[in-house]
């Protein structure tokens, strides 16, 4: 059974920063392709950050900067790192893994001006 659990969301005033987890269990985590993704009332859903098994990472433009994926393969976990956050992060942020196109249930994510 797949599991994705993120944790780390929260109020933050605008300019200030937030650390989201996400800790996966029931995959083959070294190999798997972790993403953020993130959907604010109205708009669709959109990809943050990529994280692919060796580590390396793209981002979306609009958090070129400001936003850091990373992943520890010891212990089944990946985190977003997101500083000089804007209003406009305000969002529920999830985490997905590929293959298998498997979802958290989300975290949202308020910033306040």
């Known amino acids: 059974q797949v599991q994705l659990v993120e944790s780390g969301g929260g109020l933050v005033q605008a300019g200030g920063s937030l650390r989201l987890s996400c800790a996966a269990s029931g995959i083959i985590f070294t190999f798997a392709t972790m993403n953020w993704y993130r959907q604010a009332p109205g708009k669709q859903r959109e990809l943050v950050a990529s994280i692919n098994a060796r580590g390396s990472t793209n981002y979306a433009d609009s958090v070129k900067g400001r936003f850091t994926g990373s992943r520890d393969n010891a212990k089944n976990m990946v985190y977003l790192q997101m500083n000089k956050m804007k209003p406009e992060d305000t969002a529920v942020y999830y985490c997905?893994?590929?293959?298998?196109?498997?979802w958290g249930q989300g975290t949202q994510v308020t910033v306040s001006s």
């Open positions: 997905s893994a590929n293959p298998g196109n498997y």
